[in-house]
């Protein structure tokens, strides 16, 4: 069985700050690891992905997540927040490299303060 | 190349009526997934289409219902609408079955 957490259902960040958005997992198989994002009014765009080679992830818009086995962390990380950020971003696990059974976290909405 | 694409965008009804939600996948695409997204639920996973045929379904009652046609695209009908069926619902296509899924802007049901 597998799910997935996220801390914080919101956080706010100041524009220029460090955004950090928490991720943990439970899997019984190797899982494959994904962030999602959701301007409002739009579905989800897949922010990156994380598939069993390199540990640290890079995705778009500066975004990167670092996979730690003993830790069961996926968190989401940019140095320097911009206000086109303010989003809802959603951490997903799954078996396989999509699909049906991939579980996601109830979302966090990222704020960015000017 | 063009996105998933879903109609209408919002759609109003009232409690105990019919609703009907379509998807057209991106071109080439065979694998139609969708899910509700109600507030501060995250995404539930509604239904599976692949090749025309339902291959899993979640956690909901049989009044959520639907069907791919031949050309991939596919509706979704919810009967009996109760006022716990608001919510976005979301429709994503993949190439094939286990693969990342792209996802539509979807569809904002409104039950009054």
């Known amino acids: 069985a597998q799910s997935v957490t996220q801390l914080g259902s919101h956080v706010s960040v100041s524009e220029g700050a460090l955004v950090l958005l928490r991720c943990n997992y439970s899997s019984s198989v190797p899982p494959y690891l994904f962030w999602y994002v959701q301007y409002p009014n739009q579905g989800l765009q897949l922010l990156l992905k994380y598939t069993s080679a390199a540990t640290l992830v890079k995705g778009i818009n500066g975004f990167e997540a670092e996979f730690k086995k003993s830790e069961t962390s996926f968190h989401l990380t940019k140095p320097s927040a911009h206000m086109s950020d303010a989003a809802e971003y959603f951490c997903a696990v799954s078996p396989y490299t999509g699909g049906f059974k991939t579980i996601f976290g109830a979302g966090t909405r990222l704020f960015v303060k000017a | 190349e063009a996105g998933v694409t879903q109609s209408p965008t919002h759609l109003i009804k009232t409690r105990g009526q019919q609703a009907t939600l379509r998807c057209s996948p991106i071109?080439?695409?065979?694998?139609v997934y969708w899910y509700q997204q109600a507030l501060g639920l995250g995404l539930q996973f509604l239904l599976w289409?692949?090749?025309?045929?339902?291959?899993n379904r979640g956690n909901f009652p049989p009044r959520f219902s639907g069907r791919q046609f031949p050309n991939y695209s596919s509706e979704l009908n919810v009967n009996a609408l109760e006022l716990e069926d608001s919510a976005l619902y979301l429709c994503?296509?993949?190439?094939?079955?286990?693969?990342?899924?792209?996802f539509g802007p979807g569809t904002r049901l409104t039950v009054l």
């Open positions: 071109s080439g695409h065979t694998s």
């Open positions: 994503a296509s993949s190439p094939q079955s286990y693969n990342e899924q792209f």
């Open positions: 289409y692949d090749e025309g045929e339902e291959r």
